[in-house]
């Protein structure tokens, strides 16, 4: 059986801390040029492709001489800001050889949370692909701040896939795939050549994060899948270390860990919801809401909501949790947290009385929720 990108188009490549720095030790360019190279490769090939690149974090601690990645926030940014401007120089000049032009966009989740930012960068990030143009992103470590940081280039290049609406997600990384047991660890450890991205036993096996450099670990690639899933892209986690990787993916050829999509495909508004990772405040709804949302496809009634936790404002997504407080759903709330807690278990025709109007007979509505 041949790959899931031997037909794909529109790719992302996601690569680690680790792969452009020599675990740590500055940027290493002999492995920019070979990335730069094997993309130009999928060009030839007629693929369109996006870069996510970490690295501009660790090329700043290396310029610094930091041995330790920082906790404190404004280090970060600074190593960041000292980073990012090799980094990016390094890439330019390697695809440059290739006579391809590339573009640096930085994003927060702020760009992503907001519908006409979003909007914005899906229409730029099209356009530079319509023109031949090699986009390198990576998250805005200089301006993020705790409550806007995408915590993992893994998460964001998911988010970029669903953005753009890419066949497939590449995500190199220096093992040579998902294993059931962490292979660093001892014992037996089987490669898991493929699974179907979102399977709850795909979690359990992810471990923790593997070196000092690097941030995400197993279970940030595996989640990735599961969102890049949510637009219908496959998405396969492979050594970057590996001889002409890309290219021979995208010949069809099976390496590493093959994650499939094959749930249905929600539609690019909901694909924006449900790619919001940081919600205002959630609702706990009675096991008879939880039916009439993920079975029924309801609306979800202020009369099946018995606590609100958090302070939101009309429109702000919240999440939807069962009595367990497992998250079933998120959405775009129609009152705020205060209105909210005065209507909870009412029914629609007393939000009126309780609150001296009504904007909307739901707390949600279907149009504006979308299932996890």
């Not at 190593?79 to 090799?86: E, F, I, N, T």
């Not at 606590?307 to 999440?319: C, H, I």
Request: aromatic share 4%; charged share 25%.
């Amino acid at each position: 059986m041949s790959s899931v990108l031997e037909k794909a188009h529109r790719i992302v490549i996601k690569v680690g801390s680790s792969l452009v720095t020599n675990e740590g030790r500055g940027l290493d360019l002999e492995a920019l040029t070979r990335w730069a190279a094997q993309i130009a490769e999928l060009k030839r090939m007629g693929r369109e492709a996006v870069l996510v690149s970490s690295g501009a974090v660790a090329a700043g601690m290396q310029r610094l001489g930091w041995k330790r990645r920082p906790h404190a926030l404004h280090e970060l940014q600074a190593a960041a800001a000292v980073g990012q401007m090799g980094l990016i120089q390094v890439y330019e000049s390697c695809f440059r050889q290739h006579d391809l032009l590339t573009s640096q966009i930085l994003l927060t989740h702020e760009d992503l949370a907001d519908r006409k930012r979003y909007l914005n960068a899906r229409s730029t990030l099209r356009t530079l692909l319509g023109l031949g143009v090699i986009p390198i992103i990576n998250e805005n470590d200089t301006v993020a701040s705790d409550e806007i940081r995408f915590g993992d280039n893994d998460t964001l290049a998911a988010m970029v896939t669903n953005l753009i609406e890419a066949d497939a997600l590449i995500i190199l990384t220096d093992q040579e795939g998902l294993y059931d047991r962490d292979p660093r660890r001892g014992g037996t450890a089987t490669l898991i050549t493929e699974a179907r991205a979102g399977d709850p036993a795909l979690e359990a096996m992810a471990g923790g994060s593997g070196s000092a450099i690097a941030l995400g670990g197993m279970l940030t690639k595996v989640l990735a899948a599961k969102r890049a899933a949510r637009s219908g892209a496959h998405t396969v986690i492979a050594s970057g270390r590996e001889s002409e990787v890309l290219p021979r993916l995208a010949r069809g050829e099976r390496i590493g860990t093959q994650l499939t999509a094959e749930r249905a495909t929600l539609a690019a508004r909901k694909q924006w919801l449900a790619d919001q990772l940081q919600v205002r405040g959630s609702l706990v709804l009675d096991a008879g809401a939880v039916k009439a949302l993920t079975v029924q496809g309801k609306s979800l009634l202020p009369i099946g909501v018995f606590e609100v936790t958090g302070e939101f404002e009309r429109g702000e997504a919240v999440s939807c949790l069962d009595e367990a407080r497992r998250e079933v759903a998120r959405g775009l709330v129609n009152y705020s947290s205060a209105e909210t807690r005065r209507i909870l278990r009412a029914p629609s025709n007393e939000i009126e009385a309780r609150l001296g109007y009504v904007d909307e007979p739901e707390l949600i509505h279907r149009d504006n929720l979308v299932l996890l």
